[in-house]
C-alpha cells in the first residue's frame, strides 16, 4: 500500500486528504485547462502561449506552466541563444489529459446556446419570485 495514500486502499478523491482531491484542486483551475489545451498541438514558446491565452497575466501563466511541469504534464526545454528561448510541451501524461480536457471544451462549445438559455430562464424566474404579489 502506498504510505502516501491516507485514503484506504484505493483513491478517493472525495476524501479531503487523498492526493487524488489535490489532483483535482489543481485541475479545476481555468488556467491550467487552457494551457494544457493550447499545447495540444505542440511546442510553444511563453510569449507564444501568452498570445494564445486572452487575459491571462505573465505571473499566473509562470504560475501554472511551473505547476505542470512539476506535476509532469509539462515539459520545459531551455536553448542556450541570445536571448534565451524556453518551449514548453507536454509530456505523454499531459497528452492523455489533453484528450480528456478536449471532449470537455468540445461539450462546452457545443451546449453554450443551453446554458445561455437556462441562464435566461433562471433569471426571468428570479424577477417573477421578486415582484411583488398583486
Request: hydrophobic share 40%; with cysteine.
Amino acid at each position: 500500500m502506498d504510505r502516501d495514500n491516507d485514503c484506504g486502499f484505493g483513491y478517493d478523491a472525495f476524501r479531503r486528504t487523498c492526493p487524488s482531491h489535490a489532483v483535482l484542486e489543481m485541475l479545476a483551475s481555468k488556467w491550467v485547462y487552457l494551457v494544457v489545451c493550447a499545447l495540444r498541438r505542440g511546442r510553444l514558446r511563453n510569449g507564444e502561449l501568452a498570445r494564445k491565452l486572452e487575459g491571462i497575466t505573465p505571473k499566473m501563466l509562470t504560475q501554472t506552466l511551473r505547476i505542470l511541469e512539476r506535476d509532469g504534464l509539462v515539459r520545459r526545454e531551455i536553448f542556450p541563444v541570445i536571448p534565451p528561448r524556453v518551449e514548453y510541451e507536454l509530456t505523454e501524461l499531459g497528452q492523455n489529459l489533453a484528450e480528456l480536457l478536449t471532449q470537455i471544451r468540445s461539450w462546452s462549445e457545443e451546449h453554450v446556446p443551453d446554458i445561455k438559455e437556462a441562464r435566461a430562464r433562471a433569471a426571468a424566474n428570479q424577477e417573477a419570485e421578486l415582484q411583488p404579489q398583486a
